[in-house]
């Protein structure tokens, strides 16, 4: 079977936020996408405390 690779489309620069313009409870991302360049094991941990029980 062949399986089509989906290309993500860059985000037009109009469609980024200033950081102090998010919605508060989007906080949480914005600190785990600044924190997955520093360490990846713990953001890959705090991530998984966040999913939900299969």
Known sequence: MHRLRRVREPVPRE???????????WAPYTEIDARWYQDKDSTRQ???EWKPPA
């Not at 936020?17 to 409870?25: I, K, R, T």
């Open 15 to 25: 469609r980024d936020l200033p950081e102090d313009a998010l919605p508060a409870e």
């Open 46 to 48: 705090s991530v998984d």
